[in-house]
């Protein structure tokens, strides 16, 4: 699963169609490789300038907004080469570019890669990706049971 923690001023992605415009650009990154629609998750949090600090200094000072953006990613890891990181960034600033940096506003981002190992959803087991099983969950866009998708005590092994 992505996980976008998106950190904004007020007045920046307050209306609900700034915000749809932008959750549909992030998650076709995500759709286009291949991973069920349903796994991207965004999260806008608003933070009041004098909240934020960089550099030492409170944004408040600053006239442009600035968004920071903590990126995690489960589903799958990326090859650990610079030109997929790079092709990866190059993706994320295409998303980002007409709902941020056209808008000529300071933006941080980072993407971190957490074990897949330690991540389910409704108790399921994620299955491998590109699998029959998770073609299933990308065509129902949604987490659907399979052999193997149980390991806990509590629902025992399915």
């Known amino acids: 699963m992505p996980l976008w923690q998106i950190y904004h001023p007020p007045g920046v992605f307050e209306d609900a169609e700034t915000k749809a415009a932008l959750a549909a650009d992030i998650t076709k990154i995500y759709t286009n490789v291949g991973l069920p629609a349903f796994y991207v998750v965004i999260h806008f949090n608003t933070i009041s300038p004098s909240n934020v600090y960089v550099g030492g200094e409170a944004k408040t000072t600053s006239p442009k907004p600035f968004i920071r953006i903590v990126i995690k ?86």
């Open 73 to 158: 990613h489960i589903a799958i890891r990326l090859d650990n080469t610079t030109d997929t990181y790079r092709r990866t960034a190059g993706m994320i600033d295409a998303a980002l570019k007409p709902h941020i940096y056209d808008k000529d506003y300071d933006c941080e981002f980072h993407v971190e890669e957490t074990e897949r190992r330690l991540w389910k959803f409704n108790g399921l087991i994620p299955p491998e990706h590109m699998s029959e099983e998770h073609m299933v969950w990308v065509k129902e866009n949604k987490p659907v049971p399979y052999k193997g998708a149980y390991w806990s005590a509590e629902k025992g092994h399915y």
